[in-house]
């Protein structure tokens, strides 16, 4: 890990407004690139990071077995080859530790920790528009000001717990996922109990499980859960991406959701039960994604083709759970596959093969009240030593719409956003100017498509500051084009099938709204490089 004391301090809140051509929020995987990006332009640039460390989600989510399910290869940056020779990736699929001391490193190997203000949350944003500036209030009273302002706070990043009466009451110890201690929490002995079953709980639960003495889950809505297959690096496996990253990344860069793997063109209808079967068993024997994502397109687009591969996860989930009851709760059957974030798990279903592990179904008897000893249903309770909040987080929107942000007219951002993501390009709301919005929402490999927006941010600024132009926002039009674009996209697929984080519905009072850019990752690619090409077209320049 990086030395602390390479960043800057927060000042006391009583100096004067500090100034900068751009202001970042956020020090994970868009922000750190984002520095290094728009620095190399020779601007002038300060992070502000509510951590204590860099590295965003990977910073936060200390949970154990949290990891990334990208490939790691294609997950690590791609932006500079010596990068990439430099590190050693010890999995396939790296976790959360190996993570945050990848993201370490690069803050070293780039010094970018001199731009980055640790401890720092951003309360507020306000537009000046004579000044066409943006001042930013940091909690504790620190102001600063730039030109541009760009908002690289994750998509999933606004944890969420839900307000359950007297959770306050309760003795034990307790923490969201992503406000997981950076001590060792030790389980052994302990009696457990995790409340959700999203790709979060999925990871720790098989891990928790060997360690408690006691755990019980609490399940609202089972999901498709697929094998990860991850493994460690071979030597010469890691000398191959060495020796072939160029591709590799070219490859991603190129594909439709940003992986090395593209769907498979036919139709699952098209193809004899035998040998859509066979597709199955070969997609599921390989690790990753590509069980998803390299499946029969049609998957994701036509009820009944998801529907033949739906049933062939259920069976698999069947074969692996010893107690036929147990395994009916675990299978999902009142969505499609996809429609939610598909978990890819190590030993999750065998961990309700132990003895320790109790599967409590709240949607037959929900949560009534957290109690001083443990968690109250509808019909028993439970107690508890530590309770797991794997309970998910206000996506994509929440994060933006929690800091007070007021652009033009003194608008919000949260009144702009109260019905949903309105966006042109996922980049820019109308109403905002000079604010970007550095998140990655497309249906893409995290890191390929961040480093698109990450690009396409720093060259739309390079571009303004060499035609000395004040402002960039969006037309009103080209936003509203965008978002009925956006939106029917997702209707042609089964994102929307489903109660989940991709339309907001995970969270109670949020407007159901789709959050995810649902277009291949090639398309979007495509469309903000034109955009720009064309003299950044569907933008107002001034
Ligand atoms: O959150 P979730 P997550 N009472 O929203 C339950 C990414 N990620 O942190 O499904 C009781 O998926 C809720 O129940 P239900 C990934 O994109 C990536 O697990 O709403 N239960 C659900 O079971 C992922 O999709 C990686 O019925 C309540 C759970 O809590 C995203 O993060 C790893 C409840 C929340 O599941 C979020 O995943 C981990 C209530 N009131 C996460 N409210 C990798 O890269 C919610 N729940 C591998």
């Known amino acids: 890990m990086g030395s602390m ?4 301090q927060k000042p006391n809140g009583n ?4 100034q900068y051509d751009v202001i970042i929020i956020g020090a994970g995987v868009v922000g750190l690139y984002q520095l290094y990006r728009l620095r190399k332009m020779g601007l002038s640039v300060r992070v502000f990071e509510d951590a204590d460390g860099v590295g965003g989600t990977w910073y936060w989510n200390r949970y154990p077995g949290c990891r990334f399910d990208s490939e790691s290869e294609t997950y690590g940056y791609s932006f500079s080859e010596e990068l990439s020779r430099e590190w050693d990736w ?6 959360q530790p190996e993570n945050e001391r990848y993201l370490n490193f690069v803050a070293d190997k780039f010094e970018l920790r001199k731009d980055i203000q640790l401890n720092s949350r951003v309360s507020s ?3 000046d528009e004579s000044a066409h500036q943006w001042e930013v209030q940091v909690e504790g009273g620190q102001r600063a000001r730039a030109q541009f302002l760009i908002g690289a706070v994750g998509i999933l990043s606004a944890k969420y717990t839900p307000p359950f009466e007297g959770m306050d009451s309760f003795e034990g110890l307790s923490f969201h996922t992503s406000n997981w201690p950076k001590e060792k929490v030790d389980f052994t002995g302990k009696r457990v109990g995790c409340i959700g079953t999203g790709a979060t709980a999925v990871q720790l639960i ?4 060997k360690e408690a003495g006691q755990l019980t889950v609490f399940q609202r809505t089972p999901n498709y859960c697929a094998p990860l297959r991850n493994a460690e690096v071979a030597p010469e496996v890691q000398s191959q991406w060495k020796a072939t990253y160029p591709e590799i990344h070219k490859r991603c860069r190129e594909s439709p959701t940003g992986f090395k793997y593209d769907f498979d063109p036919r139709s699952a209808l098209e193809v004899s039960e035998e040998e859509r079967l066979a597709l199955y068993e070969e997609l599921w024997a390989l690790p990753g994604f590509k069980k998803w994502l390299g499946n029969f397109h049609d998957i994701m687009t036509n009820m009944e083709a998801n529907e033949t591969f739906a049933e062939f996860v259920r069976n698999k989930i069947r074969e692996r759970v010893n107690d036929p009851v147990v395994a009916e709760m675990l299978v999902p059957k009142d969505h499609p596959f996809g429609a939610k974030r598909i978990p890819l798990e190590t030993h999750y279903y065998e961990a309700y093969n132990r003895d320790n592990v109790l599967l409590v179904d709240i949607r037959k008897a929900p949560i009534t009240c957290i109690t001083p000893k443990g968690v109250k249903t509808q019909d028993a309770e439970y107690e508890f030593d530590v309770i797991i909040y794997a309970t998910g987080f206000d996506a994509v929107s929440g994060p933006l719409t929690r800091i007070d942000i007021r652009g033009e007219g003194g608008q919000t951002f949260k009144d702009k956003w109260a019905a949903g993501p309105r966006s042109y390009l996922g ?5 905002f100017p000079n604010f970007f919005i550095g998140m990655n929402s497309a249906l893409c490999n995290y890191t390929v498509c961040a480093e698109l927006i990450v690009e396409w941010i720093a060259d739309c600024i390079g571009h303004l500051r060499e035609k000395n132009l004040a402002s ?3 037309t ?3 936003e509203e084009a965008w978002v009925d674009h956006a939106n029917e996209l997702a209707a042609g697929t089964i994102l929307t099938a489903a109660d989940s984080w991709f339309v907001g519905a995970n969270i109670p009072g949020k407007k159901r709204a789709v959050l995810l850019y649902a277009n291949s990752a090639r398309e979007y690619r495509k469309k903000c490089h034109e955009v720009a090409a064309n003299g950044y077209e569907g933008f107002v320049l001034r």
């Open 90 to 95: 010890k999995e396939h699929f790296s976790g």
């Open 476 to 478: 009103l039009e080209a």
């Open 5 to 8: 004391h390479q960043h800057p």
């Open 206 to 209: 098989p891990i928790v499980a």
């Open 15 to 18: 100096g004067a407004v500090e």
């Open 427 to 431: 980049l820019q709301s109308a109403g």
């Open 472 to 474: 960039i926002q969006p």
């Open 125 to 127: 944003a306000v537009y």
